[in-house]
Structures are given as structure tokens and as C-alpha cells.
């Protein structure tokens, strides 16, 4: 389903000539083409799951916050605002991130559910996290709550 939107986002920027977005477009269907021929290759016949793409997009988000960090430090605001250009047609294909408070309430969801007693248990929790909150949650964020609750 996101892979359609994704094909079809290029399209419609194609046609309205908007560089910018076809870039980026472009940029994150070679990604997910990674992906898929690594997933292939790994016996995934179907490819990239969405919750997988969602994970390749908020990656992509970060990885683009650090570059617009380290490109202002180095006085190349036009390199940063590109970047900042970039990051905002990803975010369009994310849905909505949890906030501060959702996140910390889920991660008391998913202790209880699983019985987690101990920092021991922290991968458990993290992977249920992932498969139940993927492309919405900064798992940075999450893992930080999970040691301050369980640690």
C-alpha cells in the first residue's frame, strides 16, 4: 500500500514538474529497492513489509537532521535547507508520531503485558514495540523509557 502511494507520489510529481519531490521520491524508491533485493536474498519473497518502510523513512528523517545540523555548522545553508526540503516530503509519508506521553504509556503497556522485570527483558520489549508502533514511535526515545522504568 505504501509502496503504491510512493510510486504514485512520483508520478504526480513528475507530471507537475516539482524537483524537489521527484528527487526525493526517487531517492527513497532506490532504498526501498535495497531493501527489497536484501530481503529477496534473505528469502522474503514478497520484499519490504510497510512497517518496514515506515522504519527506512524515519531513518531517513534522522539521518537528514544530522546532515541539516552538521551543514548549518558549516555556514552551507543552502545545503541544509535542501536537506530541511527533504525531510519534509519524507514526513509526509509518515503518519503521526507519538508524543512524549503516548510513548512512555506504551512502553508501560508492553512491560506489563509481557511481565518484564529487569533491563534483562529490554530486547523483548523493544521488539514488541517495534512491530506494534512502527514508523510512529522514536525507538530512541522508547529505549530511554524502557531503562528509566525498568533500570
Not at 522474503?44 to 531517513?60: A, C, H, N, P, W
Not at 552538521?70 to 536537506?83: H, N, T, V
Amino acid at each position: 500500500m505504501l509502496r503504491t502511494r510512493l510510486n504514485d507520489e512520483l508520478k504526480l510529481a513528475i507530471k507537475d514538474k516539482d524537483e524537489y519531490r521527484k528527487a526525493t521520491l526517487r531517492l527513497i524508491l532506490a532504498a526501498l529497492k535495497d531493501r527489497d533485493i536484501a530481503a529477496k536474498t534473505k528469502g522474503q519473497s514478497e520484499g519490504t513489509s510497510d512497517d518496514e518502510i515506515l522504519e527506512m523513512l524515519q531513518t531517513m528523517v534522522k539521518q537528514r537532521a544530522e546532515s541539516i545540523e552538521l551543514y548549518r555548522k558549516g555556514g552551507r545553508m543552502d545545503l541544509a535547507q535542501r536537506e530541511s526540503q527533504e525531510t519534509d516530503v519524507i514526513r509526509g509519508f509518515l503518519p503521526e508520531p507519538l508524543s512524549q506521553k503516548e510513548t512512555e504509556s506504551a512502553v508501560k503497556q508492553v512491560i506489563a503485558d509481557i511481565g518484564a522485570s529487569g533491563l534483562k527483558d529490554m530486547g523483548q520489549i523493544m521488539t514488541t514495540l517495534r512491530e506494534q508502533y512502527a514508523g510512529r514511535m522514536d525507538f530512541k526515545q522508547a529505549s530511554d523509557t524502557v531503562k528509566a522504568h525498568l533500570g
